[in-house]
């Protein structure tokens, strides 16, 4: 180790389980549990009673919600499996986790369809050269051929597949695997290690898998494809080095096939593990942790009760004991961090490669990588995608307002891809995120941990209304009632403008007919009308000139000529053809190009208006449909968008500019606001 103490304990290693929703990886993990003989008995997802997912938001919707780290020891080798959630809407966490893991299990149904869920994910893996292998799951459920299934999945990745095993099938059932790498064949046995076989009752289809294999990997090594070249058989052990070797530096991704659930496949591909996955030393190598005596990185923050702010860190280099400093502070109490039950363990030292949790150490978001005295940027961190989905929340008792607005900052600490913003337009508070699940479980998360009862809303869309025609109007406030009276007397034209141009205010004033001090308040009279137009919204592109009035030298005042300016724009604005205008937003939506044409059947129905079809940069197969869509159309999109797309679909968006609205939906808004205001007055 460069540099960094030696560790006297031996270091873990660590993987993150990932790959489409529900492909069985916590099922999976289960499953390696009980083979390394971590548990005795397997839990299932059914009933809840899994190692991971302890989360009540989990259980309830036998899914994992967030990354859970499980620890386990196999043939003496210390683990750390990051078991991530599968929803594309919880992207940022698994994100986050496969950061950290020296190698990443892509799990996979045996479906050419659910392979297209694939591609993101590779892309992802690729982009940060983290090793990877797929596992092709539920091989139970499949009785087609595994070539099939290779070549679907070798198009979602940039990476030759080279398959690993081959299955052995009997009455269209899988019942074992040969390994061509190995030359040994196997039986499978449920709940036991599989059964060897002679390897001459493998079928004949081993030999070229070998052969296939070697010539992948005689693509990376020059003397390897000489001894091909010549008909020489490479011997075993440097086959493995190879596998090794390229595997570590994401040259190749190898193929495993199993029934996770089944124990099929379990032990053969932790015995992968074992001999393949890159050290914890290695991996701060290649993310290029800085060379010290310790070096830790926060990979997530999260809020517990009672605990409050922990970091979760892994250690990338020496060896941290209670007492040492980490950050310029000194480390107490430092918990397991791979405890999934509630109420971490306390750990007294964390050898190199193991995962920890600090309490009290306030050092910076997650990505920030901690040497003993000091807190530094990672050079590569997952940036948050943009927000896709967005609700207006409130606290049900309005006591709890402003607790709300504090366990909203903490949720968006926790996790990146939500954020929660104010809009003074509407007086709401929104919460975004990646999907209407994102946003449920965010809500549930405030309930649980901070004990808030809270509603949502569909955000209210912040129209805004101008006016078509210009006029004239004299607004004169004159009032007796005793003492001093109040007199004001303006003329003035209002004009509309071009969109975008707000309110501005213009004035035309001579011979002090109105005097200076009192334009200031003519003008705030003016301003102040209209934030609630004719059709109840904010008024915009439109000019006010003052051109003419009249004042009294005892009853005029700021207040007189405020009110005057009040009436003008009340009076005066119900004649000058009010007209709605709707926010509007670019969208550009992502697909592969066999789902455009449905794509553009439902931005149509959306009010979209098309702009471009283009192919998707870098991303082959793919296109972008840019469009304007009105903001009132965009609350579900990511919904339909991902039911088109088979869950992969996504779109960014952005303001656009403000339009006309007219006819019978312009009607719809303009009533709907009315009802609105006047349940607010009462
Ligand atoms: N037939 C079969 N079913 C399996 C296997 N492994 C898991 N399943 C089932 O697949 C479903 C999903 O399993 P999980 O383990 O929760 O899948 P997951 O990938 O962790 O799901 P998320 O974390 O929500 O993405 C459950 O109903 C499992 O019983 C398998 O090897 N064979
Ligand atoms: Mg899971």
Redesign the pocket.
């Known amino acids: 180790m460069p540099n960094g103490k030696s560790s006297s304990a031996k270091s873990t290693r660590c993987v993150a389980l990932v ?10 993990l289960e499953g390696m549990l009980f083979a390394a003989g971590a548990i005795s008995k397997k839990g ?3 009933d809840g009673s899994t190692v991971s997912d302890p989360s009540p938001e989990a259980k309830a919707r ?3 919600t967030e990354v859970t780290p499980v620890r386990f020891t196999y043939l003496d080798d210390n683990w750390v499996v990051l ?1 991530c ?3 594309v809407d919880l992207n940022q966490d698994s994100h986050q986790g496969m950061l950290i893991a020296d190698a990443v299990i892509v ?1 996979v149904e045996p479906d050419a369809n659910k392979m297209l869920g694939l591609g993101s994910l590779l892309r992802f893996l690729d982009e940060h050269t983290i090793p990877h292998l797929l596992f092709i ?2 091989m ?2 499949w009785a087609g051929s595994v070539r099939e299934l290779l070549s679907a999945a070798q198009r979602q990745s940039s990476r030759p597949l080279v398959l690993r095993h081959i299955p052995i099938m009997e009455n269209s059932q899988i019942t074992g695997y040969v390994d061509h790498v190995a030359e040994r064949a196997y039986h499978y046995k449920l709940d036991h290690p599989s059964e060897r076989i002679p390897f001459e009752e493998a079928p004949q289809d081993a030999a070229d898998a070998r052969r296939d294999l070697l010539e992948k990997l005689s693509d990376f090594d020059d003397a390897l494809l000489e001894k091909l070249l010549e008909d020489i058989e490479p011997a075993t052990e440097e086959v493995y080095q190879h596998l090794t070797k390229d595997l570590h530096g994401d040259l190749i991704v190898p193929v495993f096939i199993g ?4 124990d ?1 496949g379990v032990r053969r591909i932790l015995k992968a593990l074992r001999h393949e996955v890159p050290a914890a030393s290695a991996t701060a190598e290649r993310l290029g942790i800085p060379e010290a005596n310790v070096a830790a990185q926060i990979y997530k923050i999260q809020y517990a009760h009672h605990v409050g702010r922990q970091s979760l860190l892994r250690l990338w280099r020496g060896e941290l004991n209670d007492g040492d400093t980490l950050a310029g502070l000194r480390v107490t109490n430092i918990q397991d961090g791979a405890e999934p039950k509630q109420g971490k363990a306390r750990m007294t030292s964390v050898a190199e490669g193991d995962v920890f949790a600090l309490s009290k150490i306030d050092a910076g978001p997650a990505g920030s990588v901690l040497t003993d005295s000091a807190t530094l940027e990672p050079g590569i961190w997952a940036s948050p995608p943009p927000p896709l989905y967005t609700l207006a929340v409130s606290a049900t008792h309005r006591k709890d307002d402003v607790k709300l607005g504090d366990a909203l900052r903490k949720l968006c600490e926790e996790d990146p891809s939500l954020s929660v913003h104010h809009v003074s337009e509407t007086s709401e508070l929104l919460l975004s995120g990646q999907g209407d699940i994102h946003i449920q479980l965010a809500l549930e998360r405030v309930k649980r941990k901070f004990d808030l009862d809270v509603q949502t809303d569909r955000p209210q869309v912040p129209y805004r209304e101008t006016i078509r025609k210009g006029t004239t109007h004299h607004a004169r406030h004159k009032r007796q009632s005793g003492g001093h009276g109040q007199f004001a007397d303006i003329k003035v034209e209002i004009n509309p403008l071009p969109r975008g141009s707000g309110f501005t205010f213009t004035d035309s004033i001579v011979g002090g007919v109105v005097p200076k001090n009192f334009i200031p308040a003519v003008e705030a009279g003016l301003r102040g009308n209209t934030a609630q137009g004719p059709l109840g919204f904010n008024v915009v592109d439109i000019n006010v000139r003052l051109f003419d009035g009249q004042f009294h030298s005892v009853d005029s005042s700021d207040q007189a000529f405020r009110t005057a300016g009040r009436m003008a724009m009340t009076d005066a604005l119900p004649d000058c053809g009010p007209v709605l205008l709707e926010p509007i937003f670019e969208v550009n939506i992502y697909v592969p190009t066999e789902f455009t044409s449905k794509v553009q059947r439902a931005v149509t129905q959306r009010r979209a208006q098309i702009l471009n079809f283009n192919t998707r940069e870098g991303w082959e197969g793919w296109e972008t449909i840019q469009v304007h869509m009105p903001e009132s159309e965009m609350q579900d999109l990511v919904t339909e968008i991902r039911s088109i797309s088979q869950g992969i679909g996504t779109f960014e968006s952005r303001f656009d500019h403000y339009q006309e609205l007219t006819g019978r939906d312009a009607d719809k808004v303009v009533e709907s606001r009315k009802q609105f205001l006047a349940a607010s007055r009462n």
């Open positions: 790959g489409p929703q529900s492909s069985g990886k916590t099922s999976l299932n997802v059914a036998q899914m994992s078991d959630p599968g929803a799990v799951n539920k139970d459920t029934a996770g659930e089944h099929h």
